[in-house]
């Protein structure tokens, strides 16, 4: 290729590639009443109140004696909640430090359970580091819930509660941190 073309030939396609992007710009800005715009409330549902409320978490330990004076332990945190009225399923969404996930786990129960802490370590330091990883765990990891219901609805989402940390609900309604 002739060296003198080249800058030419540069400078075309930068601008074939500045207006690529102004027009790919103008499509995704196009108002809601044209067709070019996608619809994303099509398939959202319904949000009614009131939240799902009584949220309880807490912290179980399970312990296996291993050979040489080793054991192997996890710690499980568990979040449950009240029935919510005519609800069919739950979904829960996971909630980062960095934002909420936009996945959401969809259950019939009325409890989530997962691994909050594990360690293998001799069997006279106990649970090595169990607090340090749940202080972790509280400080970067919370789940919501909401109740689906029926017709395309959903319930407003519950409070975030943070992984690793306790919560059990007073007689009125308000929670006690653990």
Same mark, same amino acid.
């Given at each position: 290729?002739?060296? @003198?073309?080249?800058?030419?030939?540069?400078?075309?396609?930068?601008?074939?590639?500045?207006?690529?992007?102004?027009?790919?710009?103008?499509?995704?800005?196009?108002?809601?009443?044209?067709?070019?715009?996608?619809?994303?409330?099509?398939?959202?549902? =319904?949000?009614?109140?009131?939240?799902?409320?009584?949220?309880?978490?807490?912290?179980?330990?399970?312990?296996?004696?291993?050979?040489?004076?080793?054991?192997?332990?996890?710690?499980?945190?568990?979040?449950?909640?009240?029935?919510?009225?005519? *609800? @069919?399923?739950?979904?829960?969404?996971?909630?980062?430090?960095?934002?909420?996930?936009?996945?959401?786990?969809?259950?019939?129960?009325?409890?989530?359970?997962?691994?909050? *802490?594990?360690?293998?370590? =001799?069997?006279?330091?106990?649970?090595?580091?169990?607090?340090?990883?749940?202080?972790?765990?509280?400080? =970067?990891?919370?789940?919501?819930?909401?109740?689906?219901?029926?017709?395309?609805?959903?319930?407003?989402?519950?409070?975030?509660?943070?992984?690793?940390?306790?919560?059990?609900?007073?007689?009125?309604?308000?929670?006690?941190?653990?």
């Amino acid at each position: 290729m002739n060296l @003198k073309i080249l800058p030419v030939v540069q400078s075309k396609c930068l601008r074939l590639m500045l207006l690529l992007t102004l027009i790919f710009g103008l499509v995704l800005s196009v108002d809601g009443n044209s067709s070019l715009a996608a619809d994303t409330s099509f398939n959202q549902p =319904q949000v009614v109140q009131p939240p799902v409320t009584g949220l309880v978490s807490t912290l179980s330990d399970e312990v296996k004696e291993l050979p040489s004076d080793l054991i192997r332990w996890s710690t499980y945190w568990q979040m449950c909640w009240e029935p919510y009225p005519d *609800a @069919k399923e739950y979904e829960l969404q996971t909630v980062l430090v960095e934002g909420k996930s936009p996945k959401l786990k969809r259950q019939s129960d009325r409890c989530f359970r997962i691994q909050a *802490a594990s360690n293998e370590n =001799q069997k006279s330091q106990g649970l090595l580091n169990r607090e340090l990883i749940l202080l972790m765990h509280k400080i =970067q990891l919370g789940y919501r819930v909401r109740a689906v219901l029926d017709n395309n609805r959903v319930s407003e989402w519950s409070e975030v509660m943070a992984v690793g940390a306790t919560h059990v609900a007073e007689s009125n309604g308000q929670l006690s941190h653990i």
